[in-house]
């Protein structure tokens, strides 16, 4: 339940202001690969375009080839639906829907997909939430609003309602960023958990969870203002932490930079 | 190595059987076809009929062939668009025909000649009148309303977003929004009960006095609490940071909210005023009840019936002669092209403030 | 004169260490009065929904004393006979059943218009087209009434009698003919009248819905109508069961374009398609002008009724505005 993802020359625009330039990379299947750089430089717009939500912005477009399992998702008759299911996302802040229930926020994926079982979803439910490390904090309260969760449990109610349609890859977009520093543990601890299920990508400014959590990094950046973000460097955490092949890379991890 | 043959056992199919783009544009042109030949075989019915013919074969079809080709979840998603899109339609399709209604029977009779002269001595069954009366009791009791008005809604808007504290203000808050649903009969009957029925007799020699006045009254209590409203809008847009500026040269409260913040504000609030005075001029109900109309000019809103555009209308409207219904529609016209010149000027004016932006 | 005053207020006795150079005592005073005007201004709203309920009251009892049949039961309308006989049945019930109609029409269609608006059109085409329904709404209500009757009536007749030919079976379609002003010409009319308000209303509520909440719905695999479907709809709920109040409000008020399409008969019944339908507003418009002062009361008598009734209805509607904005500011 994991897969490769290639990306090949994405360029990516918002109207005629191209944010992304010819990115070239291999995402590799049950890891977790970081994404850093500085504020603009398009690495968030990259992750969008991974699962296809760029486009969801008015005059945004792709260019380029995103590879998986062979596929090339931006090919004509790709369905959009399909790929947001195979490629789960999290995002910035938690965002559950705010109308509905614990339990309905889980499985609204599900039902979107039309399993209308009640033993099924409530399998489904309770296997997503334990993966989400969460099962235990609201398995007596499921029937409550979401909403009513604090910030951390909102963001593993996110990931739980993601991987409960049961993605290959699931895409987080700074997930940590509205947390306290205890939930920010919670969620670390469980992305180190999913990752032998999923492909994880994960886009943080915080360089030390990016040297925490992740097996690759890659460093995203800009030459100015109003110029598209480049990969500058793109290699193993390790070795991007330590002995970086680039000087800007150096730079910006050092804090000389950004 | 069983990880790569796990994957590709699971491999993903994220391919989806699509409809060719060109297809829905056949269908439509399809269900044109296949509707007007019906429509014209049977005998049956016009454009309309077709039309509704050819957009119910248009949504049923492609619904049956998405659902075919492409499955539920699309199918579905297809139709919602359709609907959508039809419900706009559907909501155009009146204003059209209005628009063209209004153009072809208004402009028979619409010239100087009837914008010049008033219903006095005219019967219904002359070929004869105008609406000059009518513009002038229009233009007056709109006036006097605004000027009753503005200075009362503005007023009370400063109190809401300056002064309002606890519980008077969220009060007087909720009420102005359930002032803006009062139906504009109960705002005539209640200046006939209150001013006509029972203040006018003290300064008519105990008889009640029908006015243009009385009019204005009921229009300014429909205008009240739209121009509060919109004021309160403007207002709060003013940024504090100007208030706070102000407050920190020692200049008090109210020469902060006279000097400073009302002229920020103004082009908002004037936007607002003139899509009341656009409103209050289609009114026709509280005109019937207080002024009672008048054929002939009556300059003086204090004293004597008045008419107005809209009310001039309804007259003719209700009048049996083949004369009428032209002065109907003309006065119409007439009172339309007031009504929206004032709105869409107001509309552009409120694109240009930058305050709202 | 205001130096004068300065110095016998407290407040310019206060100012010490050289403030008694400054006018202070004046200003105060101007602060007051305008905060008073002010007040007042505000305060007048309260003052004129109070003062419409207490005219409306002591005028419409004398002819409710004075009338001979029961004023809630009676279906006709002979206010100025003498003994006077009316009764608010047949028309409040014209009242509810005309509105009930033009809503179940507009609703879904402005819903529509407004998802149209937000989450379909391309925004600059959305912008215009969002102007012309803006324009609808500016169109006076006699207007209407006059195309109601000069044009529209033509159509509604010809779909009338289509319906009553085929679908005569069902009560509703029993009426035969003649098809001129009826309940289904003056309720349509209605419909597209109470449309644009609907429309804008729901359209503010619609475009609130987060877009986190659509990203979210859109990032598990949703089509766009099931992305509304599970965020926006859920969401704007409260929202739209406002607009809809509000847009009911309109409707049992609305007075002119009913007087214009509608038959004018005192009568409780069904049928949509015949001669028949009359309402509160219209009613006082169409018998305003013969009244004589015992008609004249009866009519305040009717307006009470229909005051009462809008002023339910648009606090319900607005005290659900109310709740939602606090929910709405709590969640943000």
Not at chain 1, 175 to 188: F, G, Q, R, V
């Amino acid at each position: 339940m994991a897969k490769r993802i290639e990306a090949v020359n994405v360029s990516a625009y918002y109207g005629s202001f191209r944010a992304i330039d010819n990115i070239t990379m291999t995402i590799e299947p049950k890891s977790v690969t970081a994404l850093i750089g500085p504020s603009g430089c398009g690495k968030s717009t990259f992750l969008r375009s991974i699962n296809r939500m760029h486009e969801v912005l008015p005059g945004a477009k792709v260019d380029g080839q995103l590879m998986i399992d062979g596929q090339n998702i931006y090919d004509r008759d790709i369905d959009v639906t399909a790929v947001r299911r195979t490629i789960g996302m999290v995002f910035q802040r938690p965002n559950p829907f705010p109308t509905m229930s614990i339990y309905d926020n889980v499985v609204a994926g599900l039902k979107l997909n039309g399993v209308r079982r009640k033993a099924a979803l409530d399998d489904a439910c309770e296997k997503a939430l334990r993966g989400a490390n969460l099962w235990n904090e609201v398995k007596d309260r499921l029937n409550r609003p979401g909403a009513g969760l604090s910030g951390g449990q909102q963001q593993r109610l996110c990931i739980a309602r993601a991987i409960a349609v049961e993605p290959q890859v699931v895409l987080m977009d700074e997930p940590c960023s509205a947390l306290d520093p205890i939930s920010t543990l919670a969620i670390e601890d469980l992305i180190a958990e999913l990752k032998n299920q999923y492909t994880i990508v994960i886009v943080t400014h915080n360089m030390q969870q990016a040297a925490r959590v992740s097996d690759r990094t890659g460093f995203f950046s800009i030459d100015s203002t109003g110029e598209p973000g480049r990969l500058i460097e793109y290699d193993d955490t390790a070795k991007i932490f330590t002995n970086p092949s680039v000087k800007r890379t150096e730079d910006y991890i050092t804090g000389r930079f950004g | 190595m069983t990880v790569g043959s796990h994957s590709a056992r699971t491999r993903v199919n994220l391919k989806a059987q699509r409809l060719p783009k060109w297809a829905p544009a056949a269908l439509g042109a399809g269900a044109i076809g296949v509707a007007a030949l019906a429509v014209h075989a049977t005998g049956f019915g016009g454009p309309v009929l077709t039309g509704v013919t050819a957009a119910l074969l248009f949504v049923v079809g492609l619904a049956v062939l998405s659902a075919v080709v492409e499955g539920g979840r699309t199918s579905r998603d297809r139709i919602a668009t359709s609907l959508v899109y039809a419900a706009f339609v559907l909501a155009l399709a009146p204003l059209l025909s209005m628009a063209f209604t209004l153009l072809s029977k208004g402009t028979e009779r619409l010239n100087g000649y009837f914008l010049g002269v008033s219903m006095k001595g005219v019967s219904a069954f002359d070929d004869a009148g105008g609406a000059y009366h009518a513009i002038i009791g229009t233009l007056e009791q709109a006036g006097i309303a605004t000027l009753i008005t503005v200075p009362l809604g503005v007023l009370g808007a400063i109190y809401i977003v300056e002064y309002g504290r606890g519980r008077l203000a969220t009060l007087i808050r909720f009420f102005v929004d359930v002032m803006t649903g009062i139906p504009s009969i109960v705002a005539g009957l209640f200046i006939l009960a209150f001013w006509v029925l029972i203040v006018s007799p003290y300064l008519n020699n105990g008889r009640p006095e029908y006015s243009g006045f009385a009019a204005a009254l009921a229009l300014s209590v429909l205008m009240l609490p739209t121009v509060v409203r919109s004021t309160e809008e403007m207002l709060r847009l003013v940024p504090g940071a100007l208030r706070e500026g102000a407050y920190a040269l020692g200049i008090p409260q109210w020469k902060t909210i006279v000097r400073i913040v009302l002229p920020t504000a103004a082009p908002g609030i004037v936007t607002g005023v003139m899509l009341a005075v656009a409103r209050a001029c289609g009114e026709t109900a509280p005109v019937i009840l207080v002024a009672l109309g008048n054929p002939a000019i009556n300059f003086n809103p204090l004293s004597g019936g008045q008419s107005s555009l809209s009310l001039y209308v309804y007259e003719q409207a209700g009048t049996a002669s083949k004369y009428a219904p032209g002065r109907a529609w003309a006065g119409a016209l007439t009172l339309v092209v007031l009504v929206l010149t004032l709105t869409v000027a107001a509309k552009l004016l409120a694109r240009r403030n930058k305050l709202a932006r | 004169m205001s130096q004068q005053s300065l110095t016998t207020t407290p407040a310019g006795a206060q100012g010490a260490g050289g403030g008694g150079a400054l006018p202070r005592g004046s200003r105060l005073g101007a602060e007051k009065l305008f905060r008073g005007l002010a007040t007042a201004a505000g305060s007048t709203v309260l003052v004129i929904i109070v003062a419409i309920a207490a005219f409306l009251i002591v005028q419409a009892v004398p002819a409710l004393r004075a009338d001979s049949e029961n004023f809630f039961t009676f279906q006709s309308w002979f206010a100025n006979d003498d003994p006077p006989k009316f009764g608010i049945a047949a028309i409040a019930f014209g009242t509810v059943l005309t509105s009930a109609l033009a809503l179940i029409m507009a609703v879904p269609v402005a819903l529509g218009i407004a998802l149209c608006l937000t989450h379909y059109a391309h925004r600059r085409v959305a912008s215009t087209l969002g102007f012309f329904i803006d324009l609808l709404a500016a169109v006076p209500s006699v207007v209407f009434g006059l195309w109601g009757r000069d044009y529209f009536r033509g159509p509604v007749g010809d779909f009338s009698k289509f319906l009553h030919d085929h679908f005569g079976w069902i009560p509703l379609f029993g009426g035969g003919g003649p098809y001129g002003n009826s309940i289904l010409l003056g309720s349509i009319v209605l419909a597209i009248m109470v449309l644009p308000i609907v429309t804008s209303l729901s359209r503010e509520v619609f475009a609130q819905t987060p877009a986190q909440n659509e990203e979210a719905a859109l990032a598990l695999g949703a089509t766009k109508w099931e992305m509304i479907r599970t965020a926006v709809l859920p969401y704007g709920k409260p929202g739209i069961i406002a607009s809809v109040m509000l847009g009911l409000g309109r409707a049992l008020g609305e007075t002119i374009a009913l007087a214009l399409t509608l038959g004018a008969v005192y009568n409780v019944s069904f049928d949509l398609l015949g001669t028949g339908g009359n309402t509160i507003a219209a009613n006082i418009a169409l018998k305003f002008a013969e009244a004589n002062p015992t008609g004249r009361s009866a009519l305040i008598a009717s307006g009470l009724v229909l005051f009462a009734i809008t002023l339910v209805v648009n606090m319900t509607a607005r005290a659900i505005v109310y709740r939602r904005r606090e929910f709405v500011g709590g969640a943000a």
